[in-house]
């Protein structure tokens, strides 16, 4: 199966989907941490996909064996 990227929607607009979706958190007590609001950034306007933040995060946190 391909990748899909997300189509690209306006730079006002994905940034009110992130902040809402941290506003939301906060309300149950949880914050997002500065990385975390940044890939929430990059998947909402389309630079990367769900799979690709995936394999970011599981290199990034990986044990060295």
Known sequence: MKP??????????????VQS???TMAIDGLTLSKASRHNLYRYASGQVNFQQIMIELKAK???AE
């Open 4 to 17: 899909q990227v997300q189509k690209p929607i306006n730079d006002k607009l994905h940034k009110q989907r």
């Open 21 to 23: 979706v941290t506003g």
């Open 61 to 63: 946190y990986q044990r």
